[in-house]
Structures are given as structure tokens and as C-alpha cells.
């Protein structure tokens, strides 16, 4: 059976996930921003071993830590899509700007593309490339658990910022209608940041992307 857990991270508050498969233990860590030792202490406390890093995209609340956490544990770094290279070579200074703690860029043992799967003790997670945050932004999608990790493509009752470079509202509008709501209004996503809400919820609700809002 296929599990997760949300820890957040940094003082963004950024829901890092971990996705792993009961009874053997063995686990993905979905956005690894950063405050390593505490989740590290989590995945101890739980009896897991992580096996890799997934990402969703490389802005520093995301992907601050995985660098130092890959050099660790000796992980695999899975993703994102390369639309997000200048967001890695960019890590430092992100940190720079941002008061992080120094971040180290990194080369992914794995670039991801829209259709590409990922998976983890036999289970499989569809990947499904959804830009207009970032250029290189994936989801995470399991049909088995009807769960969705959307990094800050999507929240509760708003949607991605796209006033960051390479950011596009109407690219995100897109990937939101095309890429996630076929997932089933039944899916449940986790998001960056707050609570996690469903797809159905949204097509009702959301002010930016609800099936009422205007074109």
C-alpha cells in the first residue's frame, strides 16, 4: 500500500512530502527545501528509508535542500523538466535573496517530461509537465491512492504566482483545465503551501480556474 505524510519546511512553510510503501518502508521525498535534519528525523521516526528525490520545480523553498540531502544519502534526484535549469544554476542566489541558507546547484540523475512515470517499490506515480509557475513544473499523480502532487501549480481557492521570470497565468490556466482536472474530480492534491483540497472542490470554487470563471 502506497502512504504520505506532509512536512513542512523552511519558513515558507513549503509541504515537502514523503511517499512511501507500506510494509517495506521504502520511500520519495517529493520537494526537499530544506530543514534536513528535522524531516530526516521524521523519516527515522517512522521506520522509512529514502530511496530518492522527486521535484516538482527548483524554486528555493522546493528544492533548497537536495543537493546536501542527494551528497547524504547518496540519492537519485528525479526532475524536474529541464524548462527549469536556470532555476538551479540559480540556487545561490535565490538563497541570497531570499535569507536561505546557502543552496548548491545540482544535475538531476533524471529529467522529467509530460507522460514520463516514476516509481517506487513496484508502485507507479504518473508525470504530468504543467508550466506557467515554472518552466520546467511537473506533477506527481497516483491513481492508486486518487492522491496529486502539485507543487505551486494549484491551492485552495488560488493557483500558482506567475510574476517570477519565465512565469505565465495563461500557460498555468492551461495546465490546471488540461493536465490535472481529467485526473477526476475525486483526486485529491497536495499543494506547496496550505491545505490540501480536491480537483472537484476547485472546479467549483476556485476564483481563477473554477469551470464558472471566465475565460
Avoid at 529541464?82 to 536561505?100: E, K, R, S, V, Y
Avoid at 506527481?140 to 504566482?161: N, T, W, Y
Wanted: proline content about 9%; charged content about 20%; overall charge negative.
Amino acid at each position: 500500500m502506497l502512504q504520505y505524510f506532509t512536512f513542512p519546511v523552511t519558513r515558507f512553510q513549503q509541504n515537502c512530502s514523503v511517499v512511501y510503501d507500506d510494509p517495506s518502508k521504502q520511500a520519495a521525498v517529493i520537494d526537499p527545501g530544506g530543514d534536513l535534519d528535522a524531516l530526516l528525523a521524521e523519516v527515522g521516526r517512522r521506520g522509512l528509508k529514502l530511496e530518492q528525490i522527486w521535484l516538482t520545480h527548483a524554486h528555493i523553498d522546493h528544492a533548497g535542500g537536495t543537493a546536501e540531502l542527494a551528497k547524504r544519502l547518496g540519492l537519485p534526484i528525479v526532475g524536474p523538466h529541464p524548462g527549469d535549469q536556470f532555476w538551479i544554476t540559480g540556487l545561490p542566489q535565490q538563497g541570497a535573496m531570499f535569507g536561505f541558507p546557502p543552496a548548491e546547484p545540482f544535475t538531476p540523475t533524471r529529467w522529467l517530461a509530460d507522460g514520463d512515470t516514476v516509481e517506487l517499490a513496484g508502485h507507479v506515480l504518473d508525470v504530468r509537465h504543467c508550466p506557467g509557475h515554472t518552466p520546467g513544473h511537473v506533477v506527481f499523480h497516483s491513481p492508486e491512492m486518487k492522491r496529486a502532487f502539485v507543487g505551486d501549480v494549484l491551492f485552495a481557492g488560488s493557483i500558482g504566482r506567475t510574476d517570477f521570470p519565465q512565469g505565465n497565468q495563461a500557460q498555468l490556466v492551461a495546465s490546471i483545465k488540461e493536465r490535472l482536472w481529467p485526473m477526476g474530480d475525486d483526486t485529491v492534491f497536495i499543494p506547496g503551501h496550505g491545505p490540501e483540497s480536491s480537483f472537484g472542490r476547485e472546479r467549483r470554487t476556485n476564483p481563477y480556474v473554477a469551470d464558472s470563471a471566465p475565460a
